[in-house]
């Protein structure tokens, strides 16, 4: 199998900036991109070659990865003209590990076959922290063959790397999580509300109920940030807003009714309408009249 050495990576943020820096440390060639240099700074200074555009960064790479913001971003990234599928060399594996819509994924594997680019989508859980000490999870989407040739690459960010089938196969199982963490994350967020107003002592409900059956990642990795004051956000709620509006789009299209998904997503709108959106998503607890 040939082996993979060079790597574009576009959108060094929260998220991609500490998976850089594991693809550096693993001995990867990484070149950088994004629409702001100055985030990019640090891996510079680290030998990571910075490039002025999309397609730049895309040229001469045996892999390229992106992780930025929305479908818009994704689309334009790969889609527009002297973008990734226009100046990639042919045979170059195309990564979107964005969380972003199916349908944009399947568009972007049938623009990539034309050019003979291999194209998965490969969106991830896990959170900063899992960015951080790459532990992510990893949803795949596309040609089984380019999963098991990109494998190397996704070891070095993730522990728990699944092929899930099919382009688009990767963006509708990250949805399905997002479903799944909205419920917990307001779930929690709800429970302290419950215990304030019980006149409970906060922190003594936490050491109970974070080790009890109600216990999930949301509340023991983001909620308790929040009660401990730590509101620096890791997750945005307009990243989350973003997913779970994907969520209901395509869950009508399917045919299925997610009551507490739009439930959660129309707090959420409200919250980026109070200008909240690139809050973490323990700011929420705020909402809910808890947290410091
Ligand atoms: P972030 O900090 O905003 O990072 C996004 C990066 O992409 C920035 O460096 C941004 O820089 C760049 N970017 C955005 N649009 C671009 C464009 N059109 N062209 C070039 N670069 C662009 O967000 P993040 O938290 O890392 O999240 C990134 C993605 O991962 C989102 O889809 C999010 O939902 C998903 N995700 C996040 C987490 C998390 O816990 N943070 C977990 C799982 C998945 P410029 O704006 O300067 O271009």
């Not at 100055?38 to 390229?64: F, H, P, Y």
């Not at 099919?166 to 419950?194: D, H, P, R």
């Not at 890791?234 to 009508?252: N, P, Q």
């Amino acid at each position: 199998m040939r082996k993979l050495k060079k790597i574009g990576f576009i959108g060094t943020g929260i998220m991609g900036s500490a998976m850089v820096g594991h693809l550096m440390d693993a001995g990867f060639e990484v070149s950088v991109y994004n629409r702001t240099k100055s985030k990019a700074e640090k891996l510079i200074e680290r030998g990571a070659r910075w490039c002025e555009t999309a397609g730049e960064c895309a040229k001469n790479q045996d892999v390229v990865i992106t992780i930025v913001g929305y479908p818009k971003d994704v689309e334009q990234v790969y889609l527009s003209d002297g973008g990734i599928i226009d100046s990639a060399a042919a045979d170059t594996y195309l990564v979107d590990m964005t969380t972003s819509s199916p349908t944009v994924a399947e568009k972007i594997y049938k623009a990539a076959k034309l050019k003979n680019l291999n194209a998965v989508d490969a969106p991830v859980t896990g959170g900063d922290t899992g960015a951080k000490n790459a532990t992510l999870t990893i949803f795949v989407g596309g040609d089984e063959e380019s999963f098991n040739a990109l494998k190397p690459v996704f070891e070095v960010l993730g522990k728990n790397i699944v092929y899930e089938g099919a382009a688009g196969s990767g963006q509708k199982t990250k949805i399905a999580n997002q479903i799944a963490l909205a419920g917990s994350l307001v779930g929690a967020c709800e429970a302290f509300a419950y215990a304030k107003s019980a006149g409970l002592d906060i922190e003594k409900v936490y050491a109970a109920i974070s080790k009890g059956s109600a216990s999930s990642t949301q509340m023991t990795d983001i909620v308790s940030r929040g009660l401990n004051g730590n509101f620096n956000p890791g997750f945005m709620l307009k990243h989350l807003a973003k997913d779970l509006a994907i969520g209901v789009e395509t869950s009508t299209t399917y045919g299925k009714t997610l009551p507490i998904l739009s439930m959660v997503l129309h707090e959420l709108r409200k919250m980026e309408e109070d200008g909240k959106g690139a809050e973490g998503t323990q700011a929420l607890l705020k909402y809910y009249g808890v947290g410091r």
